[in-house]
C-alpha cells in the first residue's frame, strides 16, 4: 500500500489531481498529467504548528541602500528597468540553444568586474564546459564564482557564508531539486519547490538571483510556467535559429518597465550589444523592390526601423493563402478588407504573404500603413521609393490614424538616411520640424493606393518585364 494518496499534476501548468486524465481541464494540454506522489511532506500525520507572532513594520520606514545594481550589460539594464533590484527573482526564459546561459555569463562577468561577488551555478554543465564557454568569450579572467551544483539546500548553505554574493544565476532552474519535495527532479513540484526556497533566499539575504528556464512546448520538461507567478520579473529571450540576432524581452517586471526590448548579436566571441537595432534590420534591405517597405516603429521607448516585405501572387487554389511571419494575421485580414471595401484592390483571387524581415515581431498598428503600402506595392509591381519610411493605424473607415511618438520615428528615419516619409497628417504637426524629412501625409489608405497606382503607371517600363523575363 502506498504511504500516501497519488497526487497528479499537469507538466504544464501545475492543476493538481486526485486522479489521472488524459487531458488537463485547467489549461486542455493533453498527456501532461503525471504521478508525482505527495506534494509536500506535510499530511494528516503531521501535528500542525502553532504560529511565530512576527513584527509588523511601518509603512514610512527605511528603504534598502542601493535599490538598483546595473549589470554592466546596458541592452539588459534597459529591459530590467536600469539594473537587478536587491531580493528580486528573476526568470529568464527561452528556447535551448538561444543564448541564455551565454548572455548571463557575460552578466556575470560584467558585475564581478565592477567589484561584486557574482555566482554562476549551472545545473546542466561541468564547470570546465562554463570555463570553456567564458575563455571563449574572452572572461576567463573575470572573478566570478562557479560551481555545478543542483540541490537548493547546498546551494542556500553556500551562498550564506561570507561576503553575501550580489548576484546568483541558476542555470537551469529544471536541474535544480529540494529535500522539501518527494517527486522526482525536473518535475512541476520540484521546480515550483526550487524556485520557492531560492526565492526565500534572495528576500532574506538581498542578492539577486536570475533563474534560467527552459520552454519546451512538447511538455516533456516541466515548463518554467509555474515559476512566472512566483518571480518578480519575467525576462524572455527570442530569436530564431536562421538569424544572428537575439531579443530580449521583459513579459512582467514587478519594478520596471515591460515594453522595452534588449538587441544582441549573436556572434563567434559571444553576445554582441546593439545599440541601434534600426541598422541590424534594414542591413539586408532589398532596396526598390516591389513589395518592399520600411516601417519606422516604436518598441517600448526606442524607434526602430524595420522592412516588411508583401508578395502577392495570383492563386491556384480555391481559397487563397494568407500567410503572416512576424505580425499580426487578424491585422492582415483587416487591412486586406479595408483595400477592398475603400480603395478598390480586390485581392480575392491572389495569395497574400507578408513578412517582417529579420525575424522581428511587430506588434504595432502602426504598421497598418507600411503593410499596405507592401501589399498594394506587390500587386501593382511598382517600387515604393526607397528613401522613404511609412507609418499610420489604418481605421475601418480606411481613414489613417494618428499614431504615437510620430517625432521620434521621423528622427530616427533622418538619423539613417532616409529623406521621406508618409505618415498620418498629425506627424507634421506633432513635431514641427519632421526631423529633416519631407512628410507626405495621408489622409485615407485610399490616397495612398491612389500614389502607388500613379507611380506604377510611370514605372511599367522595359526594364522591369526585361529583368522579369531575365
Ligand atoms: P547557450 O548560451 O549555451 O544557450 P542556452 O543556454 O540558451 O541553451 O548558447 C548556445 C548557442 O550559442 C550555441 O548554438 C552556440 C552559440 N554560441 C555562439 O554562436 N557564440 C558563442 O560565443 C557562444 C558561447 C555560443
Ligand atoms: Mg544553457
Known sequence: MAKHAPSFTCQNCGAVYGRWAGKCEACGEWNTIADEGAPERAGPGRPARKGRVFALQPLAGEAHDAPRLPSGVPELDRVTGGGFVRGSVLLMAGDPGIGKSTLLIQAAAALAKTGHRAVYISGEEAVAQVRLRAERLGLAKAPVELAAETSVEDIIATMSEGKAPRLIVIDSIQTMWTDAVESAPGTVTQVRGAAQALIRFAKRSGAAIILVGHVTKDGQIAGPRVVEHMVDAVLSFE????????????????????????????????????????????SERDLGSPGTVVFAGIEGTRPLLVEIQALVAPTSLGTPRRSVVGWDSSRLSMVLAVLEAHCGVKLGGYDVY???????????????????????SSLAGASLPAEAVYFGEISLSGAVRPVAQ???????????????????????????????????AIGSLADLVADIAATSKRTRSPVRIAGQDG
Open 239 to 282: 530569436g530564431d535559429g536562421a538569424h544572428q540576432f537575439r531579443i530580449l524581452r521583459a513579459v512582467k517586471n514587478r519594478f520596471g518597465p515591460t515594453d522595452e526590448i534588449g538587441v544582441f548579436e549573436m556572434t563567434g566571441a559571444g553576445l554582441r550589444e546593439v545599440p541601434n537595432p534600426s541598422e541590424l534590420f534594414l
Open 354 to 376: 507578408l513578412n517582417v524581415a529579420g525575424g522581428l515581431r511587430i506588434n504595432e498598428p502602426a504598421a497598418d500603413l507600411a503593410a499596405a503600402a507592401a501589399l498594394v
Open 406 to 440: 510620430a517625432a521620434a520615428r521621423l528622427k530616427e528615419a533622418g538619423k539613417l538616411g532616409f529623406t521621406r516619409a508618409f505618415a498620418p497628417e498629425s506627424a507634421r504637426g506633432e513635431t514641427g520640424t519632421e526631423g529633416g524629412l519631407a512628410l507626405t
